[in-house]
């Protein structure tokens, strides 16, 4: 039976030279049986202010903390690495990324529950974690599920995170089932995870909120103008490219 290992990590900051502080993990092999992982861990690289604004780590609480290598996730990652189990994150390009950096090479199938939710959800005006959380209302059954694995939610705080990305992805396989009957979900998924999204608003810019067809027709110099200056993601990048070509 395949495993699930949904994942988050805490880091020193975003850029190149960061690195991981915290991960939090929820290994699923079967209703009963959940592994549970939250773990802090040392790095010689500094963690920025912008980062402990953000998850309130400081350099103190991870100073006699094991480095991510031998921490009990990193070796239970490495030994569950294989294509028919599943590796899951919101914004898994991020996390994944965090990984390798450790020496990490990647043979899992992977799910992002974030590329998923963009999918599924099309109308949601955003996607982010916190912000799924109270629009699907996860937030009302959170409680019982935390108490069931003796875990405390905390936004930004991997192992919260990871919880509340449970029962997101319990929310994704619903969707996916009703949208797509008659396919393994999972698969569907990983499937969906590959396939970039094409978006229906602009998210920020002078026409936040607005069609972004409409746009095309109106102002195709702007949508120029963005492709060529702003960094986009993969899906911002492809809609663009989309109504361009």
């Not at 899992?108 to 005006?125: F, G």
Request: proline share 4%; hydrophobic share 40%.
């Amino acid at each position: 039976m395949a495993a699930y290992v949904l994942f988050d990590t805490e880091t020193t900051g975003n850029q190149e030279q960061d690195r991981i502080i915290q991960v939090g993990a929820l290994i699923v092999h079967s209703k009963e049986n959940i592994e549970i992982f939250d773990e802090l861990c040392s790095t010689s690289v500094p963690i920025s202010i912008e980062a402990m604004e953000v998850h309130n780590i400081t350099p103190d609480v991870i100073e006699n903390q094991p480095p991510y290598a031998d921490t009990a996730f990193a070796k239970k990652v490495e030994a569950l690495n294989q294509k028919e189990n599943y590796l899951i994150a919101h914004n898994i390009g991020f996390d994944l990324g965090m990984l390798e950096k450790e020496g990490f090479t990647n043979h899992y199938t992977l799910i992002d529950t974030v590329r998923c939710a963009k999918h599924l959800l099309p109308d949601s005006p955003y996607h982010r974690l916190q912000y799924l959380r109270y629009s699907l209302d996860l937030y009302k059954t959170e409680g019982a599920e935390a108490d069931k694995l003796g875990i405390t939610i905390k936004a930004h705080d991997a192992i919260g995170d990871v919880l509340v990305m449970k029962l997101l992805l319990s929310k994704l396989v619903q969707l996916t089932q009703e949208q797509f009957p008659g396919l393994n979900p999972m698969q569907k998924m990983a499937e969906l995870t590959q396939t970039p999204v094409m978006m229906k608003i602009f998210k920020f810019g002078k026409y936040k909120g607005r069609d972004i067809e409409e746009i095309g027709h109106e102002d195709m110099g702007y949508l120029k103008w963005m492709r060529k200056n702003l960094e986009l993601d993969e899906d911002m990048a492809f809609t663009l490219d989309h109504y361009l070509g």
